[in-house]
Each structure stands twice: as C-alpha cells, then as structure tokens.
C-alpha cells in the first residue's frame, strides 16, 4: 500500500524556531536550514528531473538561491515567509528549467519526462538499479507527480504543496488522489 | 509494493559542503606538506584562515570550527591564485602576495601578526621587540598570547618570535618543530641558543660600532674577530654603539 504518513510530530515547531533564527542571523541559522531540507528536497527532486540531471546540483543551486534571498529580506519578510513551500518553489523551478533545457538539445536522450508519460518505453526497460516504484512514478503527468513526490517524498501538507506550485489545493488533492490511483493500477 | 516515503533518501554529504562553501560560509581546506611537516591549510574568499600542523582531518575541523565558528570541509584543491601564492610563501618564507582571511582575529593580533610577518626568514626577534615596533611596549605577555593564539602559523611566521632571554621557547606544535622550521630558514639554532645561554642578547661591530639582534643578517657579515657581545641595550649604548636600522634592536 503507498503509505500517506509524513513528517513527524514537533515539526512545526522546529520549523518555527529555525525561522527565528534566520530572522536573527541568516549566516548563523543557514546552516541549520540546509541540514533541515537537505534530505526532503534531494530526495523529491530526483524524482522530478530526468536522470540525466544531476539532483544534487539543482539542489545545491535552490539553497543558494535561497541564501542569497533571505541575506536581502528583512527579519520580519523571513518571519512572514513559508519556509518549505518556498525552497520548493525555488527548486521546483529549478526542475522544470533543467527538463526544458534537456528538451532544447535534441541530441541528449530525454529521459523518463517532467513533461508527460514516456511514449514507448514500457518501466521494465529502466535502469535496473532503481525499484519498480521510481520507474512508474517517471510516467505520471508531470503535475500528478510534482504533487505526489511532494506530498509522499517531501513530506509537505497539501495547502504547502499548493502555495509551493501556485496552484489551488483542491486541484493538488485531485491531482494526489489521480497520481496515486494510476500507480496502484500500473503496479497492478 | 514499496512505499512511496520509503524513496526518501538521504542527500550526498556533498550537498551540505557545496552550498555552504558557495555561500561563503564554511571554508575549504586541502592537505599540503611545508618545513613543518604535514599540514591542513583552509580558505576562503578572503584567503588563507586556518592552519595546523600534524592534525587529523577530524581534529582540524573541530579546531576551525571552534577559532572561527565556520565548518570547514575537505576539498580538491585550492584556487588556483591562492594556491600558488601560498607555494610561493612556503618557498621564499615571506607573505608575499598571499592573502590572509584576517577577519577572525582582534585588531590587536592582527598588528602582532602583520608585524611578525616582516620579519625575515632565517631571523628571530624576541617577543618585547614585537612589543616595541607595534608602539606597545609593555605589552610583551599579550603579545605572546596573540602569537600562540596565531590561526595561521608557518605562513605567518610566529615561529621567529623568541623569548625575551633569546632562548627558542614554546611553539603550538612543540619545541621541536618550530627549531626545525627556524633550522630549514637558515638560523643555527644551536648557535642562538648558547647565546642566549651566555646572557648575550645583542651582537656588534666593533668597526661599524652598530649594534643588532644576533640573527641580523648584518650581524651575521660581522667576523668574529670585530664582534662583541652585549647583555643589554644599555651596554650597547653605553659602549658607544648605536642600533641597527634594520633589526631595530631598540629605539632609535
């Protein structure tokens, strides 16, 4: 069964405390915010760029990108901000830019797509080294599984997921519940 | 069927050492041999922060994290710049065009230490005279405390500070490793030490009649034939000798 638990009890509070301590010394608490998101984002983000992209770079990039925003905001813009659904925003954009760069030059094999399910490649014909899950995840619509990978591997609320991708919340439940359903009927 | 969270994994250590040294903050450091033996050396965008001899890579993270509150994380290489200019320090003994990260040290180390980096290699001068030329003169004890507390031994040269008696003294890495450095520089050791054994803190000229800290290069031209040995300044001076304008042995 795909499993609909995510992040453990005493989360928001943490999350609270880290945000003061960004909005007192963003150079102080930046390192913390790395350690925090490190494992959520590059874990969700695998899933979301082709192989061929390397996901440590694209997180690398969206915790700079971050960096360099919050050293220019206000202690009270950071206490304002949604801290999770803001990195992914950033790395969220991040993916989409590294598929359509991929998507740009014809001559680097697209690999399972951010932009819809694989045409003629059926999942038995993935690397070998990733499970069977990974490569049925790689066929969902880009959307269902942006909102999967987020909800499932990054462990956000719907309303976060929502706020991170600009979308409306019932569409991301929607898109969730069809994501899910597609999987379970593909492993099937 | 696996469970979707089960494909949370976690991210390569890599990610961390990357965005917080893009970031500018931690500092990268690299292993590098120099007369001292084996050391770490870690960097910056303002240059070169921290340096150990002889740790473990452990000990030395430990050891920048607690003198400059910043983790450090073991790199490739240095840039190239830095790189080159630190081999060009270690080879000549000079600073050179060697950047320093000077932003962790209080002003009053930083003048000690940029003192400390003019003097020559194959030199020594005692800690009063450091003391002296940064216009603090009874500051001798603090000056000792700011050199043993010297983030950046071997490229800045504390180990050519001595006691005030003349004698090698105490070095962060032990005795035995700064007469080395002082040895491959060029200074007989051996020489200075039975100097100072015999009381004898200053050298002269009886032909110039100039008097220098005994690892002057001046003194070091003098023959034995014209040169004498002073206890104190004021013996120099009352002999009729003046001090070198080079090792400024004392006030002018």
């Known amino acids: 069964m795909i499993a609909t638990n995510q992040g453990g009890a005493g989360f928001l509070g943490e999350m609270d405390q880290l945000q003061r301590s960004l909005a007192r010394d963003v150079d102080d608490a930046f390192v913390e915010l790395v350690a925090e998101f490190r494992d959520g984002l590059f874990s969700g983000v695998r899933r979301l760029v082709p192989q061929s992209v390397d996901a440590e770079d694209i997180c690398a990039e969206a915790f700079l990108r971050a960096y360099r925003a919050l050293v220019s905001m206000s202690p009270a813009e950071i206490r304002r901000l949604d801290l999770a659904p803001w990195l992914w925003t950033i790395a969220l954009n991040l993916c989409r830019n590294a598929a359509r760069r991929r998507a740009r030059k014809p001559w680097v094999q697209l690999d399972a797509a951010w932009n819809g399910p694989m045409a003629d490649r059926g999942p038995e014909s993935q690397a070998l080294d990733r499970s069977h899950l990974e490569a049925l995840l790689e066929t969902l619509p880009s959307q269902q599984r942006a909102a999967v990978v987020l909800r499932y591997i990054g462990g956000l609320a719907y309303s976060d997921i929502a706020t991170a991708t600009g979308r409306p919340e019932g569409s991301i439940r929607s898109d969730v519940n069809r994501g899910l359903k597609r999987l379970r009927r593909m492993e099937n | ?252």
């Open chain 2, 1 to 252: 069927m696996k469970e979707l969270r089960d494909l949370r994994s976690t991210a390569p250590e890599s990610l961390t050492s990357q965005v917080l040294l893009e970031a500018g903050l931690a500092d990268g450091y690299v292993a590098r041999s120099g007369p001292g033996g084996e050391m770490f050396v870690a960097f910056n965008e303002r240059g070169v922060s921290a340096i150990q001899i002889g740790a473990d890579p452990a000990a030395f993270e430990r050891w920048v994290e607690g003198t400059l509150s910043r983790p450090a994380f073991l790199v490739r290489s240095m840039p190239e710049r830095l790189g080159r200019a630190f081999d060009k320090a270690l080879a000549t003994g000079r600073l050179g065009s060697l950047a320093i990260d000077w932003s962790s040290m209080s002003e009053f180390q930083q003048k000690v230490l940029r003192k400390t980096a003019e003097i020559a290699p194959g030199q020594v001068r005692p800690y009063s005279w450091v003391a002296r030329e940064i216009g603090n003169p009874k500051a001798a004890r603090a000056v000792g405390t700011a050199l043993a507390r010297n983030p950046v031994p071997v490229v800045v040269p504390c180990h050519r500070v001595v006691r005030n008696d003349g004698h090698i003294g105490n070095y962060a890495f032990g005795p035995d490793v700064k007469r080395t450095i002082l040895e491959i520089e060029g200074l007989d050791v051996s020489s200075v030490e039975r100097l100072a054994d015999r009381g004898i803190r200053l050298t002269g000229s009886d032909t110039t009649r100039i008097f220098c800290n005994p690892s002057c290069s001046d003194a070091r031209r003098t023959t034995d034939r014209h040169r004498v040995e002073f206890r104190s300044e004021q013996q120099a001076r009352d002999a009729g000798y003046r001090p070198c304008r080079h090792c400024r042995p004392a006030a002018a």
